[in-house]
């Protein structure tokens, strides 16, 4: 038998004018509700509602009437939240079975609930939304492994102090996600220390998406392109690149052309426009490879 404890809280009351006492002493029902074919919502399967309803329910599975007191009984089902919330015990045996039935009920139908939301911070701003989950286990996890992303993404950080080119082809890619970073030109002509500072607030935000980014192949190509980009040398509509009046593709087919030794006329021309009219990368790494002979 494994415990697993949970709370569901509901959301702080906004009231003006009703007292701080009253809105704190306020107990919130969570009723039962309708699907989307006007039925009452049924929290359990079929299968789970001959496993466990017989005991909530007082009817054993093969009694005519089964079936109809189980939807009774969600239909009047009813949990009642006060301010300090409900605690729900969720745990599962090694068979699979709850722990505590009732409360693994309540778990289920307040999940599935339009008012309930996963978590404290998914309530903000959505009006109909007036419960939430508090699971400190969940938490813990959570904050576990994005402290140990976090940690993996500073260590790859360590290494940019040796590669001045590599810190800045991603300080130069990362902007496409964080904008508010600055622009393109503006982080460029930031000395080292100011573009660490810039990429710390990436890691700081998403440490996934910085490994992503420090891990990528193609790194030094999307830092060239969104160079070209930000210059004017090739235009971005929607999620395709133009080259004048040629397609290019997705950013991954923009990139192949790139690579590709057949269009180095091409890419040989790009470079020279971003050298005129943008910010070009400082790297041997991005010589356009010789055009194939046959």
């Not at 009703?18 to 309708?34: A, M, Q, R, S, V």
């Not at 054993?60 to 189980?70: E, L, N, Y």
């Not at 622009?183 to 992503?212: G, H, M, R």
Request: net charge negative; proline share 4%; with cysteine.
């Amino acid at each position: 038998m494994i415990s697993r404890k949970i709370k569901l809280r509901r959301k702080e009351i906004v009231r003006f004018g009703l007292p701080t006492e009253l809105k704190d002493e306020k107990i919130c029902n969570l009723g039962g509700y309708n699907d989307s074919n006007g039925n009452p919502s049924r929290p359990f399967t079929y299968e789970e509602e001959d496993k466990w309803m017989p005991e909530i329910v007082g009817l054993k599975v093969t009694d005519p009437g089964f079936r109809s007191a189980v939807t009774h009984h969600y239909k009047n089902l009813t949990i009642k939240v006060k301010p300090d919330g409900v605690d729900l015990e969720i745990g599962l045996d090694s068979a699979g079975n709850p722990v505590n039935i009732e409360d693994y009920l309540k778990y289920q139908f307040s999940k599935q609930h339009p008012w309930t939301a996963k978590s404290k911070e998914e309530c903000v701003g959505a009006e109909h939304l007036q419960f939430y989950f508090e699971d400190p286990e969940s938490e813990n996890i959570a904050k576990g492994a994005k402290l140990e992303v976090t940690s993996k993404a500073y260590v790859e950080f360590a290494k940019l102090d040796e590669d001045e080119d590599k810190m800045d082809w991603v300080l130069r890619t990362v902007i496409s996600k964080f904008t508010d970073l600055g622009s393109l030109s503006e982080l460029t002509k930031l000395n080292v220390d100011k573009k660490k500072l810039k990429i710390a607030e990436v890691i700081q935000k998403d440490p996934s998406y910085f490994l992503e980014v420090m891990n990528d192949k193609d790194l030094i190509y999307k830092a060239e392109i969104a160079s070209m980009v930000e210059a004017g040398v090739l235009m971005k509509e929607g999620n395709k690149y133009l080259n004048g009046t040629e397609n290019l593709g997705s950013l991954d087919g923009t990139i192949a052309f790139l690579k590709d030794g057949n269009n180095s006329q091409d890419y040989a021309v790009l470079k020279a426009r971003l050298d005129q009219f943008g910010s070009p990368l400082t790297t041997k790494a991005l010589k356009p490879k010789k055009e194939k002979t046959n």
